[in-house]
């Protein structure tokens, strides 16, 4: 029973446009959540996290949005550029040790 | 060093030996996690460390799997006879007290022919 959802395995975008990752979660406890992307042959890196008392938080390119009531999480990169093209996980914690990720994305951004 | 270090890079074993892989983390963080990545998947959590102990320790597949941590610093992970099922991406990342955020290792990449 996975308790963190990436429905979409992958993703095609033009350069220049936005990237949309989306990420579904079933425990409402959860209430820190990240995102991490992940190059060939190398660890996952973390891109920008959002706490539960928020909706909202931007990082140059990179928007993360916060639904609590439809536990949804998504990743807003725009304008998308091709060095953007990798496996993209998201994290969720409950404030525990615990973290649990999501299967991947992989997105592939076209010049 | 700035990062979590991991070694070897790649490992190719025979099945039923033994292997060891290393996880050096970022310098102070006291929390350390061992994952694995296999072909087309997620990130399973293996065993997380506080300090040189692990409270959980649930993620291990069998008994063949172990991890010890000394000095509240370098962790090993240890395979013993592995199987062609062992073969994957095994990653690292540690965590500061306090903070949220893991940072990883490249990843030890195991095949077990």
Redesign the interface.
């Known amino acids: 029973d996975q308790q963190v959802k990436q429905n979409s395995p992958s993703l095609s975008v033009q350069e220049g446009r936005i990237s949309i990752l989306n990420c579904d979660y079933t425990n409402s406890m959860f209430d ?1 959540f ?1 995102w ?1 992307k992940k190059y060939p ?6 891109l920008i ?1 959002i706490s539960s008392i928020k909706d909202k938080n931007e990082d140059g390119r990179f928007t993360v949005f916060l639904n609590k009531s439809a536990k949804h999480l998504s990743l807003h990169i725009v304008p998308s550029q091709p060095g953007d093209s990798a496996v993209y ?1 998201c ?1 969720v ?1 409950s404030g525990t ?8 994305t992989r997105l592939k951004v076209l010049a | 060093g700035a990062g979590v270090s991991q070694s070897p890079s790649n490992k190719v074993t025979e099945k039923g030996k033994d292997v060891e892989l290393r996880c050096d983390p970022i310098s102070g963080h006291t929390a350390l996690y061992w994952y694995r990545q296999s072909l087309g998947q997620g990130l399973e959590f293996l065993i997380y460390f506080q300090g040189n102990s692990a409270p959980d320790k649930s993620g291990l597949p069998s008994d063949r799997f172990s991890a010890e941590r000394t000095g509240g610093s370098v962790s090993t992970l240890t395979i013993q006879r592995t199987q062609q099922e062992d073969s994957a991406v095994y990653l690292c990342a540690s965590r500061r007290t306090g903070g949220e955020t893991q940072y990883f290792g490249p990843g030890t990449r195991l095949l077990v022919l």
């Open positions: 820190y990240l991490y042959a190398e660890g996952p890196t973390f996290s996980f994290a914690t040790y615990k973290y649990i990720f999501g299967t991947g």
